[in-house]
């Protein structure tokens, strides 16, 4: 089967970093994405990877090993706003997005 | 540009009614999808269109069905509704097929009694 494993629940300080691990089993691989979703509202991206290694926009970054099944997404100098949760979704070999649970990050002052 | 606008915001249906979820999308996309989030469960995919004139079952798609007509929209009709479809639904549309960002409506809480 397909499967996509995130942390349920993480917590980080304000101004810190923190790190959201994604690991994936899936029938053929094509591509990462880190999704953001605040509480109440739509998805709405943040990332893609389909090559291994880092890519870095702003704050956030993601990183892709594909012989590890693995990614994650860092948030460097948190902010009160970036409590939201985190989806991790993978392209499989039909092209169809299979989702991860999410993992709700809590920042503290 | 709206994006993608979904109608209504919330609902309460009554079992065994039936019900249509709107959505629309400006900006010429070729692929929606349909999904309903519960909570401690990702996305999960109920029908998705490639193209105007087809569409496509997801993982969940018991219970509803879809159209879609032209680009701009894409219905879910749920015939007769039952309490295990109290849900969020989102619907999201991408330029083409497959591996694509996609891009989500507003959507659509739906409490079924």
């Known amino acids: 089967g397909q499967n996509i494993d995130q942390p349920t629940e993480m917590t980080a300080t304000e101004g810190a970093i923190v790190q959201i691990n994604c690991t994936y089993q899936t029938s053929g691989f094509n591509g990462l994405f880190w999704y953001q979703q605040h509480a109440g509202e739509a998805p709405t991206f943040l990332s893609y990877n389909v090559l291994d290694g880092l890519e870095e926009k702003g704050r956030f970054s993601s990183f892709l090993s594909r012989s590890k099944g693995y990614s994650y997404l860092l948030l460097k100098e948190l902010q009160m706003k970036d409590s939201a949760s985190y989806l991790c979704?993978?392209?499989?070999?039909?092209?169809?997005?299979?989702w991860g649970a999410g993992t709700k990050l809590i920042i503290k002052p | 540009t709206a994006g993608i606008t979904q109608a209504p915001t919330s609902q309460i249906l009554a079992a065994g009614r039936s019900m249509t979820l709107r959505c629309t999308q400006d900006?010429?996309?070729?692929?929606m999808y349909w999904y309903r989030q519960d909570l401690g469960l990702g996305l999960r995919l109920i029908h998705y269109s490639n193209t105007a004139g087809t569409t496509g079952k997801g993982e969940v798609p018991d219970g509803y069905s879809v159209s879609r007509a032209n680009t701009d929209d894409f219905p879910l009709t749920l015939a007769s509704a039952v309490p295990s479809q109290t849900s969020v639904y989102f619907c999201a549309s991408s330029p083409g097929e497959g591996g694509e960002t996609q891009y989500f409506g507003p959507g659509t809480r739906l409490l079924v009694l």
């Open positions: 979704a993978v392209t499989d070999s039909n092209y169809q997005l299979i």
């Open positions: 900006m010429r996309h070729n692929a």
